[in-house]
């Protein structure tokens, strides 16, 4: 389904509500990337990135909330992106949006706390999937470790590496977590890299 037609995310609800009964968790994980400056970027452009990860969002969220009232509570995991927290060149429209994520999640974690409702967003680094491809050539070397070499660990994550952390908001141990932007950055956000003192 696509995440940017109500209809379709409705739909997604209601099948996953009659056939399991309830519904317990969303990850709202479908994203878009554009790589390019404002003077090059089309409405088409900035409607396809701002719908793809921030509408989709807020429609994900729109209609899983009530499934997830009349369970009792339920768990939502936003995926942002450290583009969320730091601008980035050639990326505005995506950092837009993603900043978008962290603030609609913050909100809504505030509307829905009562009811038991827990809602948190991921901000990842780079990580090593078909995105990134849309940005640097992966099978690239070179290019990979330029990357790689933003993060203080000197790497670019695995996707499983942000797989683990949705499962771990989802999960009790994560029960008083709400309203959270949790980094999974390989610390990028921590600060710039790169050597100050040259002694
Ligand atoms: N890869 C990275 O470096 C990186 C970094 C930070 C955040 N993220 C975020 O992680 C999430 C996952 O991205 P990824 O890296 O796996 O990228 P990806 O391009 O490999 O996967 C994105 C997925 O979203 C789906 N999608 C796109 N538009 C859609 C739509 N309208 N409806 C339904 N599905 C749609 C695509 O089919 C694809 O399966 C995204 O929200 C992305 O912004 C990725």
Redesign the pocket.
């Known amino acids: 389904?696509?995440?940017?037609?109500a209809d379709e995310v409705r739909g997604l609800v209601d099948a996953a509500v009659s056939r399991y009964g309830r519904l317990d968790i969303l990850i709202?994980?479908?994203?878009?990337?554009l790589f390019k400056g404002i003077e090059e970027t089309t409405e088409e452009d900035w409607n396809r990135i701002l719908?793809?990860?921030l509408k989709?969002v807020f429609l994900g969220c729109k209609f899983t909330i009530p499934a997830m009232r009349q369970s009792g509570g339920g768990s939502i995991v936003n995926?942002?992106?450290?583009?969320g927290l730091l601008g980035m060149p050639q990326h505005f429209a995506?950092c837009a949006a993603?900043a978008g994520v962290i603030h609609l999640t913050k909100s809504l974690a505030l509307d829905h706390g009562r009811e038991n409702i827990r809602i948190n967003c991921i901000?990842?680094?780079?990580?090593?999937?078909?995105?990134?491809g849309?940005?640097i050539n992966i099978n690239d070397p070179m290019q990979v470790e330029r990357v790689a070499k933003q993060h203080a660990l000197g790497r670019?994550?695995e996707?499983e590496e942000?797989a683990r952390v949705s499962l771990f908001l989802c999960s009790k141990d994560a029960s008083f977590m709400t309203g959270a932007a949790v980094t999974v950055d390989g610390g990028i956000a921590a600060g710039r890299m790169g050597q100050v003192h040259s002694r």
């Open positions: 389904m696509d995440v940017t037609k709202n994980n479908a994203g878009a990337t719908d793809t990860n989709g995926i942002a992106s450290v583009a995506y993603k901000c990842p680094g780079g990580v090593l999937t078909p995105m990134l849309e940005v670019v994550a996707p942000i």
